[in-house]
Structures are given as structure tokens and as C-alpha cells.
């Protein structure tokens, strides 16, 4: 009888040999050069969360404003007026205000120009079909992107949260062999997918009403369910990640 070698109780049974690793590995790159670049390695990089890092890993005051304000004027033109046109029209110029700001002022333009994309795009949409609840379909169509995205990466057991954090706290894909890690990565991927079958929940059935009572309420649960919950949930999920790595490892650069 050939003798097996003994299995680490910390491993997970079904990890895969390394040549399965490539494709997460170029994923979990990308997702920790993004995090850097989007401000969330101000997070990574402290001993302790501050307001300040927080307020950078959400994109600063200027980048809250970006992407607040051209909902709110929307959202305030269209209660009192039903004033599609008007109130599209005034929400894609302070996107456009804001970009220029940035332009002129040689800051990056990166989140603006996202931003006005995304207001440009929803705009075209409710323009063409004169309903004010088009302005809200590509937000519906990008949290539904999201959520697959999250819930397919859990079914196959590389959660994108592990992903992301391994590289970006300089792990890589160690994460993964340890199983006490692994299972807190797969809980932290489904508590992200929670957020954006929430917002799926609620809004679309208020997109579906086509009705302006409906538009209004779907502005409203838009902004409510945006920062003031994506917020709390980054730092839940920086505190976590801080006490399953290693918090003497430099992150990841990309």
C-alpha cells in the first residue's frame, strides 16, 4: 500500500494545482491595481482606518460631489417639474462642469470622465424614450453586471473580494490554501452581492411601475443605497481584511 502523505487540516481539499491559478491571478492583479488607483489602498496601507483615508478611498469630497450632485439635481428638478428634458439637461451640465473643473485645474479626470459617460449615456436613453426611469436603467444594468460578476466568482470558489485583497495586502493567492481564510473571503463576496441585489430588489420594481411617483422614489432609494451603503461596507470589510493578513506586508503595488 503506497503511504499518502498527511493532509494539512488548513488546507482547502479541493485546491486546485498552479496551473489552474493563472486566469484568478491576472484577475486578482487587475482588481488590486484598480483599488490602488481608486483610492482604497489609502485603507491598506494604515495601521488604523481614518476619516481621511475613508473620505480618499470613496474618492475625496470632490469625488463624493461627482458623484452625488448630478443625481440630486435630477432627482430635485424632476419632483417639481416632471420635466424630463429640463431635468436631464441640468444633470449632464454639472457633470460636464465637473469635468471641466478637473480639466482646467490638471487633476486626474479619470472618475469624472466616468462619470460623465455614465450621466451621458442615461441621459441619451431617457431623451429617446422620454421617460424619466430610463435615466436609471444603466445603473440597474451595471448593479445586475456586478452582482453576476460576484456571485458567479463565489460559485467557483475564487471569491473577487479574496482576489483583490490577496494582492492587494501583498498575499497573492495564499489566501486560498488557508480554509479559516477562504471561508471569511467567501462571506465578504456575499455580503458585496447583498448590496447589489438590494439595490436590484428595490429598484426595479419602482423602474418597472413607469410611473412619476415611481421615478421620484427610484432617484431617492438610488442615492440612499449608494455611498451610505457602500461606505460602511468598505471599512466592514477593510477591518476584516486587516485581521485575516499578514498587517506587517506591504500591499501590492501594480
Known sequence: MTDRAPQDP?????????????VPSAIGESLARAAQK?????LADGETP????????????RGLAETILPGLVFLVLYTFTQNVPLSIGCSVLVAVVFTI??????????????GLLGVGISAIL??????????FILGIWTNAAYGAAILISMLVRWPLIGLAAGYLMGDGLAWRRVRSTFR????????????????????????LAHTDQATIALGITKLLMG????????????????GQF?????????
Do not use: C, H
Open 50 to 61: 481614518t476619516g481621511a483615508a475613508l473620505l480618499g478611498a470613496l474618492g475625496g469630497v
Open 184 to 207: 471569511v473571503m467567501q462571506a465578504l463576496t456575499f455580503f458585496w452581492f447583498l448590496l447589489f441585489a438590494a439595490r436590484l430588489i428595490v429598484q426595479v420594481p419602482l423602474y
Open 38 to 42: 481608486s483610492g482604497l489602498g489609502q
Open 101 to 114: 473643473v478637473r480639466i482646467v485645474g490638471k487633476t486626474p479626470v479619470t472618475q469624472a470622465i466616468a
Open 10 to 22: 488548513q488546507r482547502d481539499p479541493d485546491d486546485q494545482a498552479e496551473k489552474t491559478d493563472a
Open 227 to 242: 455611498v451610505p451603503l457602500y461606505a460602511p461596507l468598505l471599512l466592514i470589510t477593510w477591518f476584516v481584511v486587516r
Open 246 to 254: 499578514d498587517t506587517d506586508k506591504k500591499p501590492a503595488r501594480g
Open 126 to 135: 431617457a431623451l429617446i424614450t422620454g421617460r424619466g426611469e430610463d435615466n
